[in-house]
């Protein structure tokens, strides 16, 4: 007899967000919730004030070690000051900087972006050497010399972070742009008379927001790690600021003694900016259409 195989049926996949949902990075999300909530709530939900000075208390040990006890779960510092206190208010710190620069950095960087490929010739060389220029120089130096120069300040962290950061998402939106151009829609819209400004504004950028998007939450890690090591050196947030890098910083001279000044906040930056990084490839997964989901 003849073998006879019938077709298969298709396996039908299913619907794209279900997958992408299915994957997202549950333990990271939840980590980036807690650190905004802690943020958000810190002044209520902190046991001390993060600067209250108990030179009585020095160097407690955290509750589960001989000598520690519950006034100070995480033990205290050099100072006295209570390690989870400073924590929950560091990440305060550490929000407001990776928001306020991701944001900045994403207006910023979209704008010349689109502004250099759509509107090519010099306004496009001009930009792009600068962003070139940028990309070429070491961001913690430049950043040393000028908060050195000016002064450590949040403020000055902030704006140091937006300028050195912006030519990175603007490369990748003006190569968007550029193909975009070349599009019917844009052509069409030409023919219509809609001038270059409402061409930019109302059909490049929504057609260049997913590359924004996915771009900027992974430089969120990258945010949040680079104030870290201004604040370690001496050169970012000043102190009685609590900030996750200033206390790497307290505890360096103490790592054999009062390990804890130390270990909980680069325990705390390590996870933070892993699980940015993390929710950071799974939203470029899910906005990406090209993106071959099973």
């Known amino acids: 007899m003849a073998d006879v195989s019938f077709p298969r049926m298709q396996e039908r996949r299913p619907d794209r967000g279900f997958a992408a949902l299915r994957r997202l990075p549950l333990l990271s999300g939840a980590i980036i ?16 004030d993060p600067a209250a000075v108990d030179l009585l208390r020095r160097f407690a040990p955290p509750v589960w070690m001989d000598g520690g006890s519950s006034m100070h779960i995480l033990g205290s510092d050099d100072l006295g000051r209570d390690v989870l206190s400073r924590l929950i208010w560091g990440a305060r710190v550490s929000m407001l900087v990776a928001i306020a620069c991701v944001v900045s950095d994403a207006i910023l960087g979209t704008t010349i972006g689109i502004v250099a490929g759509y509107c090519g010739g010099r306004v496009d060389s001009v930009l792009m050497r ?12 430049i950043a040393l010399v000028v908060v050195s120069a000016v002064g450590a300040s949040l403020s000055n962290v902030i704006v140091i972070i937006v300028v050195l950061r912006w030519a990175a998402l603007s490369r ?9 151009k070349q599009r019917e829609f844009v052509a069409l819209a030409k023919v219509a008379g809609i ?8 059909h490049i950028l929504p057609n260049v927001m997913n590359s924004v998007v996915v771009v900027s939450t992974l430089g969120v890690g990258a945010v949040i790690l680079f104030e870290s090591v201004l604040s370690f050196l001496g050169v970012g947030v000043p102190p009685p600021t609590p900030s996750w890098g200033g206390m790497v910083a307290d505890g360096r001279n103490y790592l ?6 130390s270990l909980f906040p ?3 930056i390590t996870a933070v900016c892993l699980a940015a990084n993390l929710c950071g490839d799974w939203l470029r997964e899910a906005m990406d259409p090209k993106s071959n989901r099973r």
Do not use: C, F, K, N
């Not at 919730?33 to 001390?48: C, D, E, H, K, S």
């Not at 600068?130 to 130096?141: K, R």
């Not at 990748?172 to 975009?180: A, D, F, H, N, Y």
């Open 33 to 48: 919730a807690i650190t905004l909530l802690a943020a958000l709530l810190a002044p209520w939900i902190a046991p001390y």
């Open 195 to 202: 001038g270059p400004v409402r061409i930019m504004w109302r």
């Open 130 to 141: 600068l962003a070139d220029i940028l990309l070429a120089l070491p961001y913690l130096l």
């Open 266 to 268: 680069g325990l705390v």
């Open 256 to 261: 054999t003694s009062a390990w804890w000044v």
């Open 172 to 180: 990748i939106v003006r190569g968007e742009t550029m193909m975009l």
